[in-house]
């Protein structure tokens, strides 16, 4: 205690209460030294917002930001395609299954005529598969991708195996003017309901960036039965996205205009440059240093009287490839991305390196493509395709629709597949499993094994009898004679 506190306490003991015990509390919290307020944290940020308000009025510009750097920053794009590739790749594909063959032909027949077809989309441009890498690459960049159905019926409807289609909608499209619905609050054009849930969402008839519009630009409400919002959770509470780039953003546009400063001095470095230093009392010609700007090897040039040619040495690069790799390895590692993946650099890998930095990966991966792909889209798209059928006059049909991510790439096949194998034989893993983790339908491959031993059957069935080979004649003491000539006439033609 000081001689304040001394005094404090005397003539009013609960104040000087009060002064020790917030003394002791603030000693408590200077325990952690991120919490103290000095030199060493000036500058941090530390905020009390809600998951979506720590984004708030910043999301559009952090959308902006990121699509410049995809199309202008080599990195930046590639790292988007590693994402998309992986997650995505050819396609999250769906498969059905039933206990009666007749549902399960109906229902798949409706798959591959309306969700794999071109005709889902509404411009006929994409099928579901590539919708997928679409999405998936506008979670990167944007943060978040609507994905709304149009309900199709009259001359719409001639073409599609079930009364409806579905559009692409970047959340530009989201009118931010409206504040309210009734009593529901709007945020950036997202009206929530008195439980905090989504109940609809106000989008403009055209993308407002658009070149040219074809009507003038006014919102309609769109309940949320009819919108599949897109995005990666990260906090509780949390209905909207960010890009993913924004954590690295600052990272990865400093890293490109060093990339771009270093180029420009290895720019400088491939050229000759020449001084020309005159005498003191030289008088300098009109055309001083005509015919050094195009200096080759072997070149003679003639200098004017009095002039003295000094070479400029031009800077060096030093430590760059250093630099650039562990800015890159801190980008790849905010992005939940290999190095390797990132940059193509494969020097100094082996097989255990590989592994272990892909399991990470997979991890991440598995993931993105649960939380996302499946969980987000594929329920979206399956209630939409169960609704369909019903539309369509399909009743009663029971089935379950699974979804099979794309095939997982080995990095060393020869050790890899023997591993699953002994999983499966030891109990610890099933085949079905196994054949999920690589990417594959088992189902599918349980049918076309049974196609190939049919095949097999009844080209074995088809296939005519082998005669048997002759067996050969025992020699005689004369026909071993004759042999023996025959191979001596031979011999000497």
Partial sequence: MTVLDRVIGYFAPEAGLRRLTARAQTNVVMNYDAASRGRRTYGWKAPATSADAAAFGSRERLRQLSRDMVRNRAYAARAREVVVANVVGEGIVPSVRSSSDNVKAVVNDLVQRHLLSVRLDAGEEYDLLEMQQICMSTVFTDGEVL????????????????????????????????????????????????????????????????????????????????????????????????????????????????????????RISALMAIVLKYTQGSTRPATAGSGLEDLQPGAVVELPEGAEPTVVNPPTVDGYDEFMGRGLRTIAAGLGITYEALTADLRGVNFSSGRMGRNEMDRLVRMWQRGLMIMQMGEGIERWFREGLLLAGHHGLEFTLDWTPPRRILVDPTKEIPAMIEEIDAGLNSRQGVQRELGRDPDRIREERQQDAEADQKMNAAAPALKPAPEPAAAGPDDSDDDEKDDDDANRQ
């Avoid at 599609?160 to 504040?179: F, G, R």
């Avoid at 529901?184 to 439980?195: A, S």
């Avoid at 949390?238 to 990272?251: E, I, N, S």
């Avoid at 490109?256 to 420009?264: F, G, K, N, R």
């Fill in 147 to 266: 994905i709304r159905r149009r309900m199709r019926s009259g001359g719409y409807n001639r073409h599609l195996a079930l009364p409806y289609q579905i559009e692409l909608v970047e959340v530009d499209c989201l009118d931010q003017t409206i504040q309210s619905y009734g009593e529901n609050l709007v945020v950036e054009g997202v009206e929530y309901g008195p439980t905090g849930a989504i109940e609809a969402y106000h989008l403009f008839n055209e993308h407002p960036g658009a070149v040219r519009h074809r009507k003038p630009l006014e919102s309609t409400r769109v309940h949320w039965s009819d919108i599949i919002h897109l995005r990666r959770f990260e906090r509780p509470g949390q209905l909207r996205g960010v890009p993913w780039l924004a954590p690295v953003m600052m990272t990865l546009g400093e890293l490109a205009d060093y990339q771009e400063a270093q180029i420009l001095k290895q």
